[in-house]
């Protein structure tokens, strides 16, 4: 059974710094392409970050110079750095691994950047 489980989420104060970890099980982890995406309240889900099989990692403009993306094959674990929040990054994260033609979601933990 595959499972993807975030966590890290938290309210913080603007200007602030969360880190995220999603922990996955039931995959061949270090083959997957792992993104994290958003949802706020009223929109649509949106990509935040990836980060390839071989390390590459790409961003959303919206995100680029604060949040970092980055991987730990030892312990099947992607992880989201996020610093200078803003009220703006208030949102449920989600976690998504990739692996043609699977794709696997977690069930989001919420991030809140309020004062």
């Known amino acids: 059974q595959v499972q993807l489980v975030e966590s890290g989420g938290g309210l913080v104060q603007p200007g602030g710094s969360l880190r995220l970890s999603c922990a996955a099980s039931?995959?061949?982890?270090?083959?997957?392409?792992m993104d994290w995406y958003r949802q706020a309240p009223g929109k649509q889900r949106e990509f935040v970050a990836l980060?390839?099989?071989?390390?590459?990692?790409g961003y959303a403009a919206s995100v680029k110079g604060r949040f970092t993306i980055s991987r730990d094959n030892a312990k099947n674990t992607v992880y989201l750095q996020m610093d200078s929040l803003k009220p703006e990054d208030t949102a449920v994260y989600y976690c998504?691994?990739?692996?043609?033609?699977?794709?696997?979601w977690g069930q989001g933990t919420q991030v809140t950047v309020s004062s």
């Open positions: 998504r691994g990739t692996n043609n033609p699977h794709d696997y």
């Open positions: 039931g995959i061949i982890f270090s083959i997957y392409t």
């Open positions: 980060i390839t099989s071989g390390g590459g990692t």
